[in-house]
């Protein structure tokens, strides 16, 4: 399984970016899918993450409101709409892949892909 993630940049507190992760390998569309972030001298955060058919998603209550999780199972990629950034939403963001359909632990995620940085500047 490779995760390739992708849309990060600089951008201005208040504004919007959308991350996106490409899956080659396994079978996309039957596990759920979920994005992390660390900030520089923090340990790693969850974010969020969907189900295996998008009809379902959870999100950490700092970014609950302001992302969105969705995925294209045709297409192999999950998303991540950020709105409303903030300074302290700086971060690598990585997207990561369930061993299981539904989320049921931040422990469910056993395959990692390479980060993507976002900087928000205030």
């Known amino acids: 399984v490779q995760l390739q993630a992708s849309g990060g940049g600089l951008v201005q507190a208040g504004g919007s970016l959308r991350l996106s992760c490409e899956a080659s390998?396994?079978?996309?569309?039957?596990?759920?899918m979920g994005w992390f972030r660390q900030a520089p001298g923090k340990e790693r955060e969850f974010v969020g993450a969907i189900s295996w058919s998008g009809g379902n998603t959870y999100y950490a209550d700092s970014v609950k409101g302001r992302f969105t999780i969705s995925r294209d199972n045709v297409k192999n990629t999950m998303y991540l709409q950020m709105n409303s950034l903030k300074p302290e939403d700086t971060a690598v963001y990585y997207c990561?892949?369930?061993?299981?359909?539904?989320?049921?632990?931040?422990?469910?995620?056993?395959?990692w892909g390479q980060g993507t940085q976002v900087t928000v500047s205030s």
């Open positions: 990561v892949r369930s061993g299981r359909s539904y989320y049921t632990g931040t422990n469910d995620f056993g395959f």
């Open positions: 390998g396994g079978t996309f569309s039957n596990y759920a």
